[in-house]
T-cell receptor, first 118, second 109 residues
């Protein structure tokens, strides 16, 4: 089946630093990828929709200048958390649709990246 | 009203029993519905999708959809300890998926 790979799986950083998370589609081309965030015991919250070759679409309440998304190729989208603070500590998960699933809405998820900001 | 609502609190079931999970959604025009399983510390994995009213069975899993009542459910038959996880209900709306908070299932050996 389709595989979405995410890296790093976990990262610890100091407050004020920036962290980049990569999301790759390994055996298919993904024109659209989705970035979610999940706090402990909470649901997945969509942060933004990443579109290849164009600007990302951010959900209401998500700061586009803080969460920079780049989707420069059909197989790679990156999320950069700029000037991270402890409240940004969370589980970040990327996802993509594949083929016919694109019509149905079915998503395949990456492994997730757990960010801890000290 | 939340887009997708799931019952709160963990569900404990004995091994071999049936686990029943419910989910309601607010947008009547939603057409695609999914159940994801999420183990602790891991990302979600799709276990069921359903698009039309009625039941859909896949192995020990059965999804039920009732669009008139705006609810979708998941039954897990012959529950196994490996089924212990959080189950997320997801509904497609405006070309994106909205997720419920999840139901934690604990299967007791």
């Amino acid at each position: 089946g389709a595989v979405v790979s995410q890296h790093p799986s976990w990262v610890i950083c100091k407050s004020g630093t920036s962290v980049k998370i990569e999301c790759r589609s390994l055996d298919f081309q993904a024109t659209t990828m989705f970035w979610y965030r999940q706090f402990p015991k909470q649901s997945l919250m969509l942060m933004a929709t990443s579109n290849e070759g164009s600007k990302a679409t951010y959900e209401q309440g998500v700061e586009k200048d803080k969460f920079l998304i780049n989707h420069a190729s059909l197989t790679l989208s990156t999320l950069t958390v700029t000037s991270a603070h402890p409240e940004d500590s969370s589980f970040y998960i990327c996802s993509a649709r594949v083929g016919r699933a694109a019509e149905s809405g079915e998503l395949f998820f990456g492994e997730g990246s757990r960010l801890t900001v000290l | 009203q939340k887009e997708v609502e799931q019952n709160s609190g963990p569900l404990s079931v004995p091994e071999g029993a049936i686990a029943s999970l419910n989910c309601t959604y607010s947008d009547r025009v939603s057409q695609s519905f999914f159940w994801y399983r999420q183990y602790s510390g891991k990302s979600p994995e799709l276990i069921m999708s359903i698009y039309s009213n009625g039941d859909k069975e896949d192995g020990r899993f059965t999804a039920q959809l009732n669009k008139a009542s705006q609810y979708v459910s998941l039954l897990i038959r012959d529950s196994q300890p490996s089924d212990s996880a959080t189950y997320l209900c997801a509904v497609k709306r405006n070309n994106r998926l909205a997720f419920g908070k999840g139901n934690q299932v604990v299967v007791i050996p």
